[in-house]
């Protein structure tokens, strides 16, 4: 199965083991392993996101003083490339079963409940066929990232 993705082509592997060739204490272990990761990715990704309010505040503000913005102008900018390279240094964890991002695509697993999904077609998105959940991105996700979407296996009970 291949598919056009960013102007390359991308063909889609499955992984040599999904959940269930995992013993239960195998897929505990990865949810250990997990933990690190995923809270990285929260901490990053909240830091990210209130740096970029609190700049864009601070420029909203300083537009509507001139005075202000001489002052505040060389410190946004310091901000705007602070935010470029934390929003470059952000990545999505990886599946310590299967070694795959986990927010890089839906290919098999449904990322909320880790059912098999019906696979995205030219007008409709994936659908989880366990939780009925459509799988869509837009500016963001519609849902919530606790299981692989490669292996399946459960990996954040908060999820991402």
């Given at each position: ?17 999904t959940v269930s060739d ?11 392993q997990f933990k690190p ?117 459960f990996l954040d009970v908060?999820?991402?």
């Amino acid at each position: 199965m291949s598919d056009y993705r960013s102007f390359r082509l991308y063909r889609f592997s499955p992984p040599e083991k999904t959940v269930s060739d995992y013993s239960e204490a195998e897929r505990e272990a990865f949810r250990e392993q997990f933990k690190p990761a995923a809270k990285n990715y929260k901490v990053t990704t909240r830091i990210f996101i209130s740096i970029g309010i609190v700049f864009f505040v601070g420029f909203f503000i300083s537009e509507k003083n001139n005075s202000l913005l001489s002052y505040l102008m060389p410190w946004l900018f310091l901000g705007y490339i602070v935010v470029f390279i934390s929003f470059l240094l952000v990545s999505s964890p990886v599946c310590p079963a299967c070694k795959r991002k986990v927010d890089d695509r839906i290919e098999t697993f449904c990322p909320e409940c880790g059912g098999r999904v019906r696979p995205r077609s030219f007008l409709k998105s994936a659908q989880c066929l366990s939780c009925g959940e459509d799988l869509w991105r837009g500016r963001r996700r519609s849902f919530r990232i606790r299981c692989c979407t490669h292996c399946g296996v459960f990996l954040d009970v908060k999820g991402l």
